[in-house]
């Protein structure tokens, strides 16, 4: 009875698994393969530490991720645990403002740090129109910053508003009828409820700060953040094997970043229920 | 849709191992005779519902067991050639369809004509008595209302077989007793084998013509509802089915001596021994004269009949219930009398 | 409810935040309909840059179309059966496939790109085709239909809807068919929602893949803003945008109707 289901459940997941495995699966270990084979040879994987170059490109990324993570948490922290928990005319409006950026690429999230930063933007305008001349920093590192908070807000909202929802508002005036102010009530109550979402959704913040690549294309900072390295290495200079191994390294990173936040949000969230 | 009311079921060494290693149910043989109500009666996790499923085709039986229906093996006929009908708890309605097709699916399924199909679904909505709902979609319908869809909907493609599982323990209290009636006429009027599973012993007594208590995976005993309640076979079933009163006596000369007397009893043998009765089954009488004596230490009125706790009679304190309109009083001092039969002797 | 000035303070900055995602956005409708930008708006309103960016451009917006309703269509084909396997049968591989359904947020689109590029850039006709880069948007896109699918298959006790279907006589095809896919419409319309939004919107694969003949919008977007004036990508941009907001609003609207019955339910 069971053998003949077993069957056909087979040959219904049979495409994803020869999907997975033939795209995706093989061209990775080939990858990790090529990336070996370049003049360097294993080396190649150490190269991203040892070549100044590669280690600093691979520092500004990981220092600018970080500060994206943490000032989008904060950000969307305040904002998405605010518009869940109160209800006021427009709310839903601005909800669905806050998460319409949701879907703009890499490179338009760029042009919209050009139009608030760049040579022509409104915060040049408005600076100059006070007299203070003209402020545009699309192009450094502020400007990347910019753009990384800028497609990482309506991410982080939408994940901190599903678990704000589920905040138990008992919880809130136990602590209030014991004389908790409001401060200790965001300390001991909200963000420990918060804290599995925060961290998961960090940790995806992190990932794609890291691998994000049209941002800092369209803005062609001098800053150079390690996608825009491997795509310099690829295209320009044709060094295939250095763009797989770094490519690699920065994909092994992002993974392991994700692997460790999920244990982390997963024993938290285990250590509250 | 070839069959017919009154399918007998027969079960063979049925036994059934999960693919974890949990033994379900332990080897099992069971008859159900055609048109016979046979509930499955059990604590939860007992493996009530796995035998139900082994019915249904939904399980398979380890190795060797066999199903039969009549005399057709249908061990290995799946589910949707076996021609069941099943109640859940959960009633299973398709949320994507209406009560009309949800009444109609099993007869589409089976390439009933459309113009039968609505014949048929008409006769089932008034049978039920649900003919204003026809066009409601499931999730605009009571608990009651789903349940009577849910059994409209399994009767309708006339099964040989219907199960029914914990179908009224979703429900509340009133509309469970209303509803538990209705099923017992339909079940007698359709003629068609049923097996219930349910963890209510209320139920069971009142649905069941016959009942099977099951435990830890095993049918333990199987007779009609009055044989299970007067003739329990193991001290299991007699406290999973209603109160009963366990003492401690001697037997001497045929008689059985308590701490309050003693009751002729005609059995052989002697000897300290632990005896049964069921609460309705001590008659309360004067107690000049009366056989055993004790003292009446708590009174609870329900209404129908008056529950006592008496001490005095045997060891620890016993629980009579009475039908009759007397005013009992605490401390009062009372007779009873048990007739021989209703004294119960258990082998284990 | 009487507001607190914590109240006010908070959606001063809510607002604020709201402002800092929408202003460019807006900046850059106006930039595409101005005669020119850097004048502003007194330099007259026009249709033309919209224009130019049609006879430069079409061939991208057609093409990022029918990448994204061919992408639809295989992960529809490819990701929802394998989402209801796994809902079927929790633990075969679970883990495993956990891990394979946050490969993509994971593992940068560069290197997947460039690890396609590797594998598959000898056969010619297939790495100048369109259908190399439809494998790269398949492969991004897919574990977001099979998770969104998944998601509602395990909201809802499908097994016991099933199992009265086939009490009622219907085959495995038939249940799969007439039951799990209308009850678990909800998520395979987010999912696919998502998959067409994200598709037309992929840049990070779809720059390192294409060739002249297989430029998306995206990638067309990053060709204006590096050589054409700011009115014409801003032009561009909206034309994206009219192609890519409808969609993310039905896909808000869906999304909040479904925590909407959650809830109900």
Redesign the interface.
């Known amino acids: 009875m069971r053998g003949r289901e077993n069957r056909n459940l087979l040959l219904m997941v049979a495409p994803a698994i020869i999907v997975g495995a033939a795209f995706f699966l093989l061209p990775l270990a080939r990858l990790a393969v090529v990336g070996a084979t370049g003049k360097l040879g294993l080396a190649a994987y150490t190269a991203v530490v040892t070549n100044p170059q590669y280690f600093e490109a691979l520092a500004s990324t990981i220092v600018l991720s970080v500060t994206v993570t943490v000032a989008t948490l904060v950000i969307a922290g305040i904002t998405g645990v605010f518009l869940e928990r109160n209800h006021f005319f427009g709310r839903e409006a601005l909800i669905s403002m806050l998460t319409l950026p949701l879907a703009f690429p890499g490179v338009v999230v760029g042009f919209m740090v050009i139009m608030l930063a760049g040579r022509t933007g409104l915060i040049g305008e408005l600076t100059t129109y006070f007299g203070a001349g003209r402020l545009v920093f699309a192009y450094s590192i502020a400007g990347l910053f910019t753009g990384y908070i800028y497609f990482s807000i309506p991410r982080v909202i939408l994940t901190i508003m599903a678990a704000a929802e589920k905040l138990d508002p008992a919880l809130e005036e136990a602590a209030k009828s014991l004389g908790a102010n409001p401060w200790r009530v965001i300390v001991d109550v909200i963000l420990p409820a918060l804290k599995p979402a925060l961290i998961a959704s960090g940790a995806v913040c992190f990932a794609t700060s890291m691998g994000a690549f049209g941002t800092a294309f369209t803005l062609a900072t001098d800053i150079k953040v390690l996608p825009i390295v491997i795509y310099t290495e690829f295209t320009l200079l044709a060094n295939i094997a250095l763009a797989a191994a770094l490519s690699m390294v920065l994909g092994v990173i992002t993974w392991a970043t994700l692997a460790a936040c999920r244990v982390a949000a997963g024993s938290t969230a285990a250590a509250a229920g | 849709m070839n069959g017919k009311a009154g399918t007998a079921i027969r079960l063979a060494d049925c036994a059934k191992t999960f693919p974890n290693g949990t033994r379900a149910l332990e080897r099992t043989s069971l008859e159900m005779r055609g048109g016979e109500t046979v509930v499955f009666l059990g604590p939860s996790g007992c493996g009530k519902t796995t035998l139900l499923r082994v019915i249904?085709?939904?399980e398979?039986p380890d190795p060797g067991g066999r199903v039969y229906f009549d005399d057709e093996d249908v061990t290995?006929l799946?589910?949707?050639?076996r021609?069941?009908?099943?109640v859940?708890q959960?009633y299973?309605?398709?949320?994507?369809m209406n009560v009309a097709d949800n009444i109609a699916?099993?007869l589409k399924?089976?390439g009933v004509a459309p113009d039968k199909r609505a014949r048929r679904v008409d006769e089932m909505l008034e049978m039920m008595q649900i003919g204003e709902l026809r066009e409601r979609r499931i999730t605009e319908l009571s608990g009651g209302q789903r349940q009577r869809v849910a059994l409209a909907?399994?009767i309708a493609?006339q099964?040989r077989v219907l199960?029914l599982d914990e179908p009224l323990t979703a429900l509340d209290a009133l509309l469970r007793e209303r509803l538990r009636i209705e099923i017992d006429v339909l079940l007698h009027s359709l003629g068609i084998t049923a097996a219930y599973v349910t963890h209510d012993q209320g139920e069971a007594m009142a649905i069941g013509d016959r009942v099977a208590v099951i435990n830890k995976g095993a049918i333990v005993q199987t007779g009609t509802p009055r044989e299970i309640y007067y003739k329990p076979a193991s001290s299991f079933v007699a406290d999973f089915i209603g109160t009963m009163n366990r003492v401690d006596g001697t037997l001497r000369d045929g008689s059985l001596e308590l701490p309050g007397g003693r009751i002729f009893w005609g059995q052989e043998g002697s000897g300290a021994m632990q005896v049964l009765f069921r609460p309705n089954d001590a008659r309360i009488v004067p107690e000049a004269g009366a056989p055993l004596r004790g003292v009446v230490e708590q009174v609870f009125f329900l209404g129908d009949r008056t529950r006592l706790h008496v001490t005095g009679v045997a060891d620890r304190a016993v629980v009579v219930e009475t039908t009759e309109h007397g005013e009992f009083q605490v401390g009062q001092a009372i007779g009873l009398r048990i007739e021989p039969g209703a004294l119960l002797r258990l082998r284990d | 409810m009487r507001r607190t000035p914590y109240f006010y303070l908070q959606l001063a900055f809510t607002l604020l935040v709201c402002s800092f995602l929408l202003v460019p956005v807006f900046m850059s409708i106006i930039a595409g309909l101005t005669e020119n930008f850097f004048v502003g708006v007194k330099s007259g309103l026009t249709l033309r840059w919209i224009g130019v960016v049609w006879e430069l451009y079409a061939p991208t917006i057609f093409r990022s179309m029918y990448i994204a309703l061919a992408t639809l269509a295989v992960t529809l084909v490819i990701g929802v059966p394998a989402a209801y396997v796994l809902a079927k049968r929790p633990g075969m591989m679970t883990r495993l496939v956990e891990e394979f359904l946050v490969l993509p947020v994971a593992i940068p689109g560069l290197a997947i790109a460039l690890a396609l590029i590797i594998t598959y850039g000898g056969f010619r006709d297939f790495r100048t085709s369109w259908g190399f880069i439809l494998v790269g948007h398949v492969l991004y896109t897919l574990p977001f239909m099979v998770r969104s699918v998944l998601a509602v298959l395990s909201s809802f006790n499908f097994q016991v809807l099933e199992e009265s279907a086939a009490s009622l006589g219907a085959g495995f095809w038939r249940r799969f068919f007439g039951i799990v896919l209308p009850n678990a419409r909800s998520g395979i319309v987010a999912g696919a929602l998502t998959v067409v939004t994200l598709s037309i919107g992929e840049f990070n694969l779809t720059w390192m893949m294409h060739t002249p003949e297989t430029m998306t919008l995206p990638v067309g977007l990053a060709d204006s803003y590096a050589s054409m004036r700011l009115e014409i990508g801003s032009a561009y941009t909206l034309v994206f945008f009219v192609m890519i907001i409808p969609l993310l609003v039905a896909l808000q609207r869906y999304g909040v109707q479904r925590t909407g019955t959650r809830k109900a339910a």
Request: net charge positive; hydrophobic share 45%.
């Open positions: 249904a085709g939904l398979s290995n799946p589910i949707e050639r021609n069941v009908g099943m859940f959960s299973a309605l398709f949320p994507n699916y099993g399924v089976h909907r399994a493609v099964p199960l």
